[in-house]
Antibody
Framework: EVQLVESGGGLTQPGGSLRLSCAAS????????MTWVRRAPGKGLEWVSV???????VYADSVKGRFAISRDNSKNTVYLQMTSLRAEDTATYYC??????????????WGRGTLVTVSS | DIVMTQSPDSLAVSLGETATINCKSS????????????LAWYQQKPGQPPKLLIH???TRESGVPDRFSGSGSGTDFTLTISSLQAEDVAVYYC??????????FGQGTKVEIK
């Protein structure tokens, strides 16, 4: 079965760090563009970051310089290292796959998400 | 970045009736070389992740009921839910992937039962 499972969320103080994981099964993450999307409480979906098939990475302006996306092909897992966390980073973070191994495609597979809460 | 604007923000529809959600992009998402609109619709139920319903503006994903349909081209798009069922209560998002990253989403439309 094709699926994504996120983990690593939790409660942290402002300025803290967390590393989210997205473990894939049923397909190879290195063959797809993999994206992190978040949804803050009461808000809509916000694109956060993408890792390309060739390993290049892109970030939303709101997280640039603080978040880092990476991939471990041996574990078939994508990561999101989050540092200098702010209250406004509080959200459920989803990992998603872009369809057809193409950058220009919809997100056809989503994980169930992991909740990150930044609060003192 | 392309800005996606949905209307209305919320709507209440009686069971069996039709729900219509509009989505407008700040720039055309129609790629002229292949005549495809780079536009998707997602459904997100409470406590669940988003689910892809429609891509390329009007192509239903496998397993999506045919009461869900997408239409439109260029900058104006519509998601229609015919014969609304109780299980269709959710927030619906449009998303463009014409210029990505970032792939931008609309603000969402909440559909409830009247």
């Amino acid at each position: 079965e094709v699926q994504l499972v996120e983990s690593g969320g939790g409660l942290t103080q402002p300025g803290g760090s967390l590393r989210l994981s997205c473990a894939a099964s049923g397909f190879t993450v290195s063959s797809y563009y993999m994206t992190w999307v978040r949804r803050a409480p009461g808000k809509g979906l916000e694109w956060v970051s993408v890792i390309y098939v060739d390993g290049n990475t892109v970030y939303a302006d709101s997280v640039k310089g603080r978040f880092a996306i990476s991939r471990d092909n041996s574990k078939n897992t994508v990561y999101l290292q989050m540092t200098s966390l702010r209250a406004e980073d509080t959200a459920t973070y989803y990992c998603a796959r872009t369809e057809n191994s193409d950058l220009y495609g919809a997100f056809d597979i989503w994980g169930r998400g992991t909740l990150v809460t930044v609060s003192s | 970045d392309i800005v996606m604007t949905q209307s209305p923000d919320s709507l209440a529809v009686s069971l069996g009736e039709t729900a219509t959600i509009n989505c407008k992009s700040s720039r055309s998402v129609l790629y002229s070389s292949n005549n495809k609109n780079y536009l998707a619709w997602y459904q997100q139920k409470p406590g669940q992740p988003p689910k892809l319903l429609i891509h390329w503006a009007s192509t239903r994903e496998s397993g999506v009921p045919d009461r869900f349909s997408g239409s439109g081209s260029g900058t104006d798009f519509t998601l229609t839910i015919s014969s609304l069922q109780a299980e269709d209560v959710a927030v619906y998002y449009c998303q463009q992937y014409y210029t990505t990253p970032p792939a931008t989403f609309g603000q969402g439309t909440k559909v409830e039962i009247k």
